[in-house]
Protein backbone atom coordinates (compact mmCIF):
# COMPACT_ATOMS: atom_id res chain seq x y z
CA UNK A 1 0.00 0.00 0.00
CA UNK A 2 1.55 3.44 -1.33
CA UNK A 3 -0.40 7.00 -0.28
CA UNK A 4 -1.03 8.80 -3.55
CA UNK A 5 1.31 11.48 -5.35
CA UNK A 6 -1.00 14.44 -3.72
CA UNK A 7 1.85 15.30 -0.82
CA UNK A 8 3.71 16.12 -4.12
CA UNK A 9 1.95 17.52 -6.31
CA UNK A 10 0.46 20.15 -2.97
CA UNK A 11 4.47 20.55 -1.94
CA UNK A 12 2.51 19.62 1.35
CA UNK A 13 4.47 18.08 4.36
CA UNK A 14 3.80 14.09 4.19
CA UNK A 15 4.66 11.48 6.73
CA UNK A 16 7.05 8.98 5.69
CA UNK A 17 4.13 6.81 3.91
CA UNK A 18 3.79 10.47 1.85
CA UNK A 19 0.23 10.94 3.33
CA UNK A 20 -0.35 14.67 3.23
CA UNK A 21 -0.25 15.90 7.22
CA UNK A 22 -3.59 17.59 7.09
CA UNK A 23 -4.80 19.95 9.64
CA UNK A 24 -8.09 19.35 12.58
CA UNK A 25 -9.98 20.64 9.28
CA UNK A 26 -8.99 17.99 6.86
CA UNK A 27 -7.46 20.88 4.85
CA UNK A 28 -3.96 21.02 3.59
CA UNK A 29 -1.93 23.57 5.90
CA UNK A 30 -1.95 26.77 4.20
CA UNK A 31 -4.56 25.91 1.42
CA UNK A 32 -8.06 26.28 3.98
CA UNK A 33 -9.88 25.38 0.20
CA UNK A 34 -7.90 22.13 -0.10
CA UNK A 35 -8.89 18.53 1.68
CA UNK A 36 -6.90 15.38 2.10
CA UNK A 37 -9.16 12.47 2.95
CA UNK A 38 -8.96 8.24 3.17
CA UNK A 39 -5.64 7.08 2.53
CA UNK A 40 -3.75 9.88 1.24
CA UNK A 41 -4.21 11.72 4.70
CA UNK A 42 -2.08 11.70 7.41
CA UNK A 43 -5.04 12.61 10.48
CA UNK A 44 -4.51 12.58 14.23
CA UNK A 45 -7.30 11.55 16.57
CA UNK A 46 -8.32 13.21 19.39
CA UNK A 47 -5.53 11.81 21.65
CA UNK A 48 -2.43 12.54 19.27
CA UNK A 49 -2.46 9.29 17.26
CA UNK A 50 -2.92 8.40 13.46
CA UNK A 51 -6.45 7.46 12.67
CA UNK A 52 -5.88 3.96 10.34
CA UNK A 53 -6.39 3.65 6.51
CA UNK A 54 -9.63 1.69 6.49
CA UNK A 55 -13.02 2.53 5.17
CA UNK A 56 -14.95 3.74 7.97
CA UNK A 57 -12.21 6.66 8.36
CA UNK A 58 -12.58 7.31 4.94
CA UNK A 59 -16.00 7.81 4.72
CA UNK A 60 -16.57 9.67 7.89
CA UNK A 61 -13.68 11.80 6.55
CA UNK A 62 -15.68 12.52 3.22
CA UNK A 63 -18.87 13.17 4.92
CA UNK A 64 -17.17 15.62 7.19
CA UNK A 65 -15.65 17.44 4.29
CA UNK A 66 -18.80 17.64 1.96
CA UNK A 67 -20.53 18.72 5.11
CA UNK A 68 -17.84 21.74 6.08
CA UNK A 69 -18.30 22.76 2.60
CA UNK A 70 -22.01 23.67 2.73
CA UNK A 71 -21.50 25.03 5.73
CA UNK A 72 -18.93 27.44 4.77
CA UNK A 73 -20.30 28.12 1.69
CA UNK A 74 -23.05 29.43 3.85
CA UNK A 75 -21.08 31.29 5.78
CA UNK A 76 -20.18 29.50 9.14
CA UNK A 77 -17.90 27.05 10.43
CA UNK A 78 -17.50 23.39 11.77
CA UNK A 79 -15.81 22.24 14.86
CA UNK A 80 -12.38 19.56 14.16
CA UNK A 81 -13.06 16.54 12.69
CA UNK A 82 -13.76 13.95 15.12
CA UNK A 83 -13.61 10.03 14.07
CA UNK A 84 -16.07 8.12 16.05
CA UNK A 85 -15.42 4.43 16.08
CA UNK A 86 -18.25 2.17 14.84
CA UNK A 87 -16.43 -1.16 15.79
CA UNK A 88 -14.21 -3.70 14.24
CA UNK A 89 -14.97 -6.98 12.21
CA UNK A 90 -13.07 -9.72 11.10
CA UNK A 91 -13.35 -13.18 9.65
CA UNK A 92 -10.73 -15.15 10.82
CA UNK A 93 -11.90 -18.92 9.08
CA UNK A 94 -14.77 -20.87 8.17
CA UNK A 95 -17.66 -20.10 11.24
CA UNK A 96 -14.85 -18.15 13.04
CA UNK A 97 -14.79 -14.33 13.25
CA UNK A 98 -13.62 -11.59 15.79
CA UNK A 99 -15.99 -8.86 16.88
CA UNK A 100 -15.33 -5.34 18.90
CA UNK A 101 -17.81 -2.70 19.81
CA UNK A 102 -16.52 -0.29 23.00
CA UNK A 103 -16.27 -3.00 25.44
CA UNK A 104 -18.45 -5.63 23.92
CA UNK A 105 -15.71 -8.36 22.14
CA UNK A 106 -16.89 -11.33 20.97
CA UNK A 107 -15.28 -14.58 18.93
CA UNK A 108 -16.16 -17.64 17.36
CA UNK A 109 -19.25 -19.03 15.42
CA UNK A 110 -21.52 -16.20 16.77
CA UNK A 111 -18.69 -13.20 16.26
CA UNK A 112 -19.00 -15.12 12.82
CA UNK A 113 -22.65 -14.80 12.03
CA UNK A 114 -22.51 -11.21 13.48
CA UNK A 115 -20.08 -10.50 10.64
CA UNK A 116 -22.30 -12.11 8.10
CA UNK A 117 -24.93 -9.75 8.92
CA UNK A 118 -23.27 -6.44 9.01
CA UNK A 119 -21.20 -7.63 5.53
CA UNK A 120 -24.57 -8.35 3.42
CA UNK A 121 -26.55 -5.39 5.60
CA UNK A 122 -23.90 -3.04 4.51
CA UNK A 123 -24.11 -4.09 0.46
CA UNK A 124 -25.72 -1.93 -1.46
CA UNK A 125 -29.00 -2.94 -3.20
CA UNK A 126 -31.89 -5.52 -2.39
CA UNK A 127 -30.90 -7.51 -5.43
CA UNK A 128 -26.93 -7.79 -4.05
CA UNK A 129 -27.65 -8.59 -0.52
CA UNK A 130 -29.95 -11.45 -1.73
CA UNK A 131 -27.66 -13.14 -4.46
CA UNK A 132 -24.75 -12.63 -1.56
CA UNK A 133 -26.56 -14.55 0.78
CA UNK A 134 -27.38 -17.18 -1.26
CA UNK A 135 -24.30 -17.59 -2.59
CA UNK A 136 -22.83 -17.63 1.17
CA UNK A 137 -25.95 -20.61 2.31
CA UNK A 138 -25.09 -22.43 -0.44
CA UNK A 139 -21.34 -22.84 -0.15
CA UNK A 140 -21.94 -23.24 3.96
CA UNK A 141 -24.14 -25.95 3.03
CA UNK A 142 -22.23 -27.54 0.47
CA UNK A 143 -18.61 -26.91 2.14
CA UNK A 144 -17.72 -25.54 -0.80
CA UNK A 145 -15.20 -23.68 -1.74
CA UNK A 146 -15.18 -20.91 -4.49
CA UNK A 147 -11.80 -21.08 -7.03
CA UNK A 148 -9.61 -18.45 -5.40
CA UNK A 149 -6.56 -19.03 -7.65
CA UNK A 150 -5.44 -17.50 -10.42
CA UNK A 151 -2.99 -19.02 -13.16
CA UNK A 152 -1.25 -18.29 -16.31
CA UNK A 153 -1.65 -15.33 -17.96
CA UNK A 154 -4.09 -13.19 -19.13
CA UNK A 155 -5.89 -14.31 -22.42
CA UNK A 156 -6.64 -10.88 -23.45
CA UNK A 157 -3.56 -8.73 -24.02
CA UNK A 158 -3.06 -5.14 -21.58
CA UNK A 159 -2.59 -1.84 -23.74
CA UNK A 160 -0.10 0.52 -22.23
CA UNK A 161 -0.87 3.89 -22.17
CA UNK A 162 -0.15 4.88 -26.01
CA UNK A 163 -2.72 2.22 -26.91
CA UNK A 164 0.25 -0.16 -27.22
CA UNK A 165 -0.22 -3.77 -27.30
CA UNK A 166 2.26 -5.09 -23.29
CA UNK A 167 3.02 -8.75 -23.68
CA UNK A 168 4.34 -10.51 -21.09
CA UNK A 169 6.74 -13.37 -20.84
CA UNK A 170 5.88 -16.93 -18.86
CA UNK A 171 8.14 -17.05 -15.68
CA UNK A 172 10.81 -19.56 -16.52
CA UNK A 173 9.90 -23.56 -16.11
CA UNK A 174 5.80 -21.83 -16.52
CA UNK A 175 3.93 -24.58 -18.83
Known sequence: MQASHAGQWLKAETDRAGRVKVGPDLSVPGHPNIFAIGDTAYVLDMDGKPLPGVAPVATQEGKYVAKLIRTRVAGGDLPPFRYRD?????????????????????????????????????????????????????????????????????????????????????PKGAA
Open 86 to 170: PGSLATIGRKKAVVQFRRLRLSGYLAWWLWSVAHIYFLIGFRNRLVVAMNWAWTYVSSQRGTRLITGLDPEPETGAEGVEVTRES
